[in-house]
């Protein structure tokens, strides 16, 4: 083999290389899992902790430059939580920390809580949940240079149910998880609270 050849060799491996792994990553994109530590999601309380659990299923590390979580009802954006770029490592468990924004905060909170009373059978509501809407939006890059999104279109209930499935990986970071899990244990009285206050 001339030294030619082997040039050209490693220069296709070269290129081929960030290639190959922009295609992975895009893959890779799409069969995270999201979740809550306890498993008894709420749109209440993700509104106000701020915080998801991700998880990685597979062996490789897997990046995206944006996460947007949107609640429509009736088409109507209720809010949405916004997560800044973030690598997970290979079947690894992380707590992401987001923004949560709304247009309005009230009105917001109203819906979310019974949205979640409805899901929990909670109580009655004035509320169609057939309406509700969640949009996930991922976006990340080809070769560190094209734009790649990935929108996962689900109604309310779809949504509860797939954060609420137990994911392949165990949070390997407790102390991130560990403000998250003891607010999940304190918010899901709130609701409980405001109802017994507001019933005749």
């Not at 030619?4 to 220069?11: L, M, Y």
Request: hydrophobic share 40%; proline share 6%; with cysteine.
């Amino acid at each position: 083999m001339n030294k030619f050849t082997i040039i050209t060799i490693i220069a296709i491996i070269i290129i081929a290389i960030p290639i190959i792994y922009g295609i992975w990553n895009i893959y890779s994109v799409e069969q995270l899992q999201f979740g809550t530590p306890n498993r008894e999601f709420r749109y209440f309380e993700m509104s106000n902790s701020e915080k998801i659990e991700m998880c990685n299923p597979t062996p490789f590390f897997v990046s995206f430059t944006g996460l947007k979580i949107s609640a429509f009802y009736a088409e109507d954006l209720k809010g949405e939580i916004v997560f800044e770029p973030t690598t997970i490592g290979p079947k690894e468990s992380i707590a992401l920390d987001g923004i949560f924004s709304s247009e309005s905060y009230e009105e917001s909170q109203y819906f979310f809580l019974h949205m979640d009373w409805e899901y929990y059978d909670e109580g009655a509501i004035r509320l169609d949940p057939s309406k509700m809407t969640v949009e996930t939006n991922f976006e990340t890059k080809i070769i560190g240079l094209i734009p790649y999104q990935k929108n996962i279109v689900q109604s309310g209930f779809e949504f509860i149910d797939m954060m609420n499935n137990e994911s392949e990986c165990k949070p390997n970071d407790q102390e991130d998880l560990l403000p998250f899990e003891i607010k999940a244990s304190i918010i899901p009285i709130i609701p409980a609270t405001i109802k017994a206050a507001t019933t005749p």
